[in-house]
């Protein structure tokens, strides 16, 4: 079955770095984007940026270019992503998701979440 | 970036209950739009794509409608396990934009 396991919780300091891993199983991983969506405390969900594992192509969110960068290795099935000079208003619950791909494009699944905290 | 907004923010209700929320986007998204519930610890679920298409699993007392620029999700008997915060989704172009939430909470 589909799986998308995604690494545990992390507490940062503002200004430092924070990677977000997303290990994928059950299905050809070069087949599908990966996007990462986040959720502030007590806020909805926000689109963070997709990726292509088979071309790396990426595509992110206009707020965070510069500071997130989002990776894959095709030999761990796993994508990543990066998000530098972070800031408080960073603090989220950082999901990823496979999109269906196509006309009819929507996420059918999602890893269980990994909480980013950014606190000094 | 297309604005989706939802309506209401949040919802009283019991179980049995008829329950409808609308998504209204800032311009025409043909028919691109999805919906998904979200419960508090847990990732968010797809219920409906393409605006009507119900995703495989999900109960049939989901369904979603509308084009253009106006969306509905009804749940036709509202359930225990349904009180959740629930998002429509635009996919008609990137970036992608999700509505602010509806929060069905029980009366």
């Known amino acids: 079955q589909v799986q998308l396991v995604q690494s545990g919780p992390e507490v940062k300091k503002p200004g430092a770095s924070v990677e977000v891993s997303c290990r994928a199983s059950g299905y050809t991983f070069t087949n599908y984007r990966i996007h990462w969506v986040r959720q502030a405390p007590g806020q909805g969900l926000e689109w963070v940026g997709w990726?292509?594992?088979?071309?790396?192509?990426?595509n992110y969110a206009q707020k965070l270019q510069g500071r997130v960068t989002m990776t894959t290795d095709t030999s761990t099935t796993t994508a990543y992503m990066e998000l530098t000079g972070l800031r408080s208003d960073d603090t989220a619950v950082y999901y990823c998701?496979?999109?269906?791909?196509?006309?009819?494009?929507?996420?059918?699944?999602w890893g269980q979440g990994a909480l980013v905290t950014v606190s000094s | 970036d297309i604005q989706m907004t939802q309506s209401p923010s949040s919802l009283s209700a019991s179980v049995g209950d008829r329950v409808t929320i609308t998504c209204r986007a800032s311009q025409s998204i043909s028919r691109y739009l999805n919906w998904y519930q979200h419960k508090p610890g847990k990732a968010p679920k797809v219920l409906i794509y393409?605006?009507?298409s119900l995703q495989s699993g999900v109960p049939s007392r989901f369904s979603g409608s509308g084009s253009g620029t106006d969306f509905t999700l009804t749940i036709s008997s509202l359930q225990p396990e349904d009180f959740a915060t629930y998002y429509c989704?635009?996919?008609?172009?990137?970036?992608?934009?999700f509505g602010g939430g509806t929060k069905v909470e029980i009366e």
């Open positions: 998701a496979r999109e269906t791909g196509g006309a009819m494009a929507y996420f059918d699944y």
């Open positions: 393409v605006a009507s």
């Open positions: 989704q635009q996919t008609y172009s990137t970036p992608t934009t």
């Open positions: 990726i292509s594992p088979n071309r790396d192509n990426t």
